[in-house]
């Protein structure tokens, strides 16, 4: 297979041109004719353009790629080799969502031909791939998993608006249903990894190495936050006790914040809901995830007791909230616990500012129902540093003041001005 794709006699479709899917279709592109697909059109048409809807990479990127990209099933069956990356989120009870992926192999299920391989790049609990997709392309193809058709597992590794640890030098995971598709699977993921594949025995053991990634960070984020709530009763700051521990050998150096996204703050579940289907419920992973997804309230009701305490008129309280994102310089708004802690805020009637230079405002009043501000005004009883944006990280104190009230608070959630703010009063994880 490898070889055919090199010599351009078949061709690769990744299906989901997402922040994940996208710069793989690309980087593939230099090597081999390749297929881009996704089922939305507007975003099709903007890569046509050669435009990123997710605003992670420059136009020259789309220079001199051998790639198609299309909304067009029948265009779809042409290739041979398809790699889904597609999203798998959470639901509002906290459940794994499978549609997206069970979707995309229902329509790659459909074009479907004995001698293909079909390779998941999407998050998911251990025994999805071989448990759940691939019964759906068995069903819409008539062929045999296994058999008529290769499956495998390459957990995607993309950190959006990270520009150091990319595709080509970040190791790649691989696995397949058997020896051979495990050879022909990372051979085409060493044509762009430069650094090299780490070749798991088994589908599951791709599927988990992955999941526990995330819920790795999750837990030890969960237990920073909690100590920050314990310090901050104490009096004393998060940021300089991490400090002072991180000068022994073996300490790990996390932060507290907020959790949101659509990895750490969703995988955790994937891998609780499988320990619930085999008759184990989750006590360590399941606490964590419970701490950070009380974040959002706790620093909404830390910034209105500030209000109530120093606020001359709390009833007309006014807060700016810096940031909407679910990271420092993306635009991406997915599971953002800022937005969490906006709505907290409102159901204390208290006026909430909500700006971000990156997240589209359509977005995130679609998505959340919230409205932003193009522009920052004055008279704040609170300023929230939500996400570290690169403008944000600019301001001088003399600017805050200039856009607060005397006795205003400054909450600074990622730590970034400590030590450098003396006449607002300030407040930090």
């Not at 989901?16 to 939305?40: K, Q, R, S, T």
């Not at 993921?189 to 992955?210: D, F, L, M, Q």
């Not at 977005?363 to 959340?368: A, N």
């Not at 944000?392 to 450098?420: H, M, P, Q, V, W």
Request: charged share 25%; aromatic share 8%.
């Amino acid at each position: 297979m490898y070889q055919s794709l090199i010599n351009k006699e078949k061709k690769l479709a990744v299906v989901g041109l997402g922040y994940v899917g996208l710069p793989l279709a690309l980087e593939l592109a230099a090597h081999m004719n390749v297929i881009g697909f996704d089922i939305n059109r507007k975003r099709v048409e903007m890569m046509m353009r050669n435009e990123d809807p997710s605003k992670e990479l420059e136009s020259e990127m789309f220079a001199g790629k051998n790639i198609v990209f299309t909304d067009d099933i029948n265009v779809l069956k042409e290739a041979s080799f398809f790699i889904v990356t597609v999203p798998t989120p959470v639901d509002d009870h906290k459940v794994p969502d499978l549609t997206p992926l069970e979707k995309a192999s229902e329509t790659v299920g459909k074009v479907l031909k004995k001698g293909d391989y079909v390779i998941y790049e999407s998050t998911t609990y251990p025994g999805c791939t071989e448990e759940d997709c691939m019964p759906i392309l068995e069903q819409f193809s008539g062929l045999k998993g296994k058999v008529d058709f290769k499956i495998g597992y390459s957990p995607e590794r993309i950190n959006p608006g990270d520009k150091q640890h990319v595709l080509n030098n970040t190791v790649k995971i691989v696995s397949g249903c058997d020896e051979e598709s495990l050879n022909e699977i990372a051979a085409v993921y060493e044509s762009v990894v430069k650094v090299g594949v780490h070749r798991a025995p088994n589908i599951k053991v791709a599927e988990a190495g992955k999941i526990i990634e995330n819920t790795q960070r999750d837990l030890n984020i969960s237990l920073m936050n909690e100590l920050s709530i314990i310090f901050d009763r104490i009096g004393i700051n998060t940021y300089d006790v991490v400090e002072a521990a991180g000068t022994k050998w073996n300490f790990h150096k996390y932060t507290p914040g907020l959790v949101g996204g659509h990895c750490i703050g969703v995988d955790p579940y994937y891998l609780t809901y499988k320990a619930q289907q085999l008759g184990y419920n989750s006590k360590v992973i399941a606490s964590g995830r419970f701490v950070n997804d009380e974040m959002p309230r706790y620093v909404a009701k830390k910034i209105i007791q500030h209000i109530i305490k120093y606020s001359p008129n709390a009833a007309d309280a006014k807060v700016l909230v810096l940031g909407a994102t679910f990271k420092e310089d993306v635009a991406d708004i997915r599971n953002s616990k800022v937005a969490d802690m906006v709505k907290e805020l409102l159901d204390y009637n208290v006026q909430v500012d909500f700006v971000d230079p990156h997240a589209d405002a359509h977005e995130v009043k679609h998505e959340y129902g919230l409205d932003m501000c193009s522009s920052i005004t004055n008279g704040y009883d609170a300023v929230v540093l939500a996400v570290a944006h690169k403008p944000y990280k600019e301001f001088t104190e003399e600017y805050l003041l200039s856009i607060c009230r005397k006795s205003a608070l400054f909450a600074d959630l990622k730590g970034i001005y400590r030590n450098k703010i003396s006449q607002l009063k300030y407040w930090s994880l």
